[in-house]
């Protein structure tokens, strides 16, 4: 089944790997892909997998091309749209819990191995006003569950509740007329 949601790896942009026991999906955010082919993706493995995580990322790159906050819309979408598809007749009322981790690589410039190297490189990282000149790349996690995952209080984690679908008057009353109905069936019988 995994193949049909396009989850093994088919896609350059989503992939499949083990980390230790469970089997962890995972999508990678990109800055060329589309967020509606992300959403449904990912829609539809909670729809096949409802027990397991998935994880999107986005990968570590240049400060000024950094896919974050495209990772960030995604997520948002992702759990609006799981909110709406939920079955309000099985009492499905929670969405998705998140686990979020914001992560970074340092960059290097280049590899320093004879002395007129090291010696530019040394000026180079000096080069800041008043501190040591870093080049970082951030990058970012999210782990999102429909249960809440008990042992994922790593460093640096954040956690996010998942929301609560509200109804409206209408479908409280058509779900009091269904309960009562159903009730009525079961006596007759």
Request: cysteine-free.
């Amino acid at each position: 089944m995994d193949t049909e949601l396009g989850i093994d790896g088919a896609t350059d942009d989503t992939t499949a790997y083990t980390h230790g026991t469970d089997m962890e999906h995972t999508i990678r955010i990109t800055r060329q892909g589309k967020l509606r082919v992300w959403v449904k993706k990912a829609l539809d493995f909670f729809q096949a997998y409802p027990d397991k995580p998935l994880v999107l990322y986005s990968s570590p790159v240049d400060v000024t091309t950094s896919t974050i906050p495209r990772l960030v819309s995604v997520v948002e979408i992702i759990k609006r749209e799981y909110l709406k598809g939920l079955d309000i007749s099985a009492g499905n009322l929670f969405g998705l819990h998140q686990y979020n981790q914001l992560l970074f690589e340092q960059q290097e410039e280049n590899s320093v191995e004879d002395g007129g190297n090291r010696r530019d490189a040394i000026l180079l990282a000096l080069d800041g006003h008043s501190h040591v000149k870093q080049r970082i790349a951030p990058h970012m996690k999210i782990t999102l569950s429909t249960k809440a995952i008990p042992d994922r209080h790593e460093k640096r984690e954040t956690y996010q509740t998942p929301a609560m679908r509200r109804l409206s008057k209408a479908a409280k009353a058509r779900m009091r007329r269904r309960a009562k109905n159903q009730s009525e069936n079961v006596e007759m019988v």
